[in-house]
């Protein structure tokens, strides 16, 4: 779901949380103080004084839009996405957490409005997106510092820069940190139509690199599988179809998988650890199930996998920031079905 169309719908904290709250499936900046003024203000945005059910502590208010530094940039916000990480934010369960009160969102797309005399990496009609989490996208305009900012091409779609920053960096980090996997290689991966599955794909296909993904059985699935191979996955099964005695004669085709991906835990995660090839590594990222990974001693005895966990959040403060920013980066196709790399 997109934040912007609240922001310019919404009129009020009721009409907030009965238009948009329940339709969520999921370094504060120095930039704005809070108003719970009821006159109008150019700065609407989604905010929280206390960690809760967001359906009763997100509030619609008006901010004043704080005086520009030097090095500071004036940003308005173009699109900014709800996604879990947001929930959890706001619920007070995730690994980082802003200083309240906080505006939401940790994800989005902005357009440089201005810039202060001592900015040069941006300018005035510059892409800007978060360069971590916390920032707080769910507004319409704020004044960030530079070092909160990293900028992004402006000829790629509009919901692809507001997501770009998370799920496809997400799932490249894992693809490249884990393994050194080479084309014809497999991966295998559960909740292959997530955002990060759906960036894994495309990834993969780009790399040369075999995909087996995993989702739910659904009504609809063939459509599903249909549009997960038009991005480029290789094979899609249902979660019941890796439980099946058949799948011992599946691998005589396709080389077992030395990554998985997992972002469901509980079952779904033992599966994908059978099938893992002697040696793989098996990556957890979400756990979407609420139930742990659980991995048999013979696994790890004669099979010698690896359990790790990945998040990029502290794949960031690991490493410098010139090293966000990497000659190559993924671009989404305006058809958002395969992706290119783009030499900077």
């Not at 706001?90 to 969102?105: D, F, H, S, T």
């Not at 480029?232 to 019941?240: L, S, Y």
Request: hydrophobic share 40%; net charge positive; aromatic share 6%.
């Amino acid at each position: 779901m997109w934040v912007c169309r609240a922001l310019c719908g919404a009129r009020t904290p009721t009409q907030l949380r009965r238009t948009l709250l329940p339709a969520w499936d999921r370094r504060r900046p120095a930039a704005a103080s809070y108003s719970a003024s009821a006159e109008p203000s150019r700065v609407r945005a989604l905010v929280y004084e206390h960690h809760g059910d967001p359906a009763k502590v997100v509030e619609l208010k008006n901010l004043e839009l704080a005086a520009m530094g030097g090095s500071d940039v004036h940003v308005k916000m173009l699109a900014a996405p709800v996604n879990p990480a947001d929930i959890n934010m706001i619920q007070g369960n995730y690994g980082i957490l802003p200083k309240l009160p906080a505006v939401g969102g940790n994800e989005g797309v902005g357009q440089v409005v201005a810039v202060g005399s001592s900015v040069t990496g941006v300018k005035p009609g510059d892409w800007v997106i978060p360069a971590n989490a916390g920032l707080g996208t769910w507004r319409t305009e704020a004044v960030f510092s530079k070092e909160a900012l990293i900028r992004v091409p402006n000829d790629i779609p509009l919901q692809s820069a507001a997501t770009v920053g998370v799920n496809p960096c997400t799932a490249y980090r894992m693809l490249m940190d884990f393994e050194q996997l080479r084309p014809g290689d497999s991966v295998i991966q559960n909740a292959s139509n997530s955002g990060v599955g759906q960036a894994v794909i495309q990834i993969a296909a780009a790399l040369g690199l075999r995909t087996i993904n995993v989702v739910r059985d659904r009504p609809d699935i063939q459509k599903l599988t249909d549009r997960l191979k038009k991005m480029g996955a290789e094979h899609v099964i249902t979660e019941e179809e890796l439980r099946k005695h058949e799948m011992k004669n599946f691998f005589k085709d396709v080389p077992r998988p030395r990554l998985a991906l997992n972002c469901v835990g509980g079952k779904s995660s033992t599966e994908l650890l059978r099938h893992l090839a002697p040696g793989g590594t098996m990556v957890t990222y979400g756990g979407m199930a609420k139930q742990p990974v659980i991995a048999s001693v013979s696994l790890f005895i004669f099979k010698d996998v690896k359990l790790r966990g990945f998040w990029l959040s502290q794949w960031k403060k690991d490493h410098s920031p010139g090293e966000w920013t990497m000659a190559s980066s993924p671009r989404v196709t305006q058809e958002g079905s395969a992706y290119e790399w783009l030499q900077k």
